[in-house]
């Protein structure tokens, strides 16, 4: 099993900018890629960003992209995602996610075999 450690999130002001971390340990030679999504009160999951861990292939949500940053750093098993002029749409739980298949539907929380506990980002106006 892989396990997954977000951490990083906070209270932060309208046009500020957070750096989200990811630790994976584990199984993590068993995966292919990592994602964040996040939630909302009241609405669904939905998908953020995901990279690859080989390639270091990025794909991103068109709400999302140009503000935000996926990166990686293999020998530390870790993913980043760092956003830029934050938003209080923007407030939401971020988790964080691993998948083992090779050809994954990246957008997809279905994709994803494992799950961090989450951390709060809350962007005040």
């Known amino acids: 099993q892989v396990q997954l450690v977000e951490s990083g999130g906070g209270l932060v002001q309208a046009g500020g900018s957070l750096r989200l971390s990811c630790a994976a340990s584990?199984?993590?030679?068993?995966?292919?890629?990592m994602g964040w999504f996040r939630q909302a009160p009241g609405k669904e999951r939905e998908f953020v960003a995901a990279?690859?861990?080989?390639?270091?292939?990025?794909y991103y949500a068109d709400s999302v992209n140009g503000r935000f940053t996926i990166s990686r750093d293999n020998a530390k098993n870790t993913v980043y995602l760092q956003i830029a002029r934050l938003l209080p749409e923007d407030t939401a739980v971020y988790y964080c996610?691993?998948?083992?298949?090779?050809?994954?539907?990246?957008?997809?929380?279905?994709?994803?075999?494992?799950w961090g506990q989450g951390t709060q980002v809350t962007v005040s106006s």
């Open positions: 996610a691993a998948t083992s298949s090779l050809l994954p539907n990246w957008y997809s929380r279905h994709a994803y075999d494992a």
């Open positions: 584990g199984r993590t030679f068993s995966t292919y890629g």
């Open positions: 990279i690859r861990w080989s390639r270091g292939s990025t």
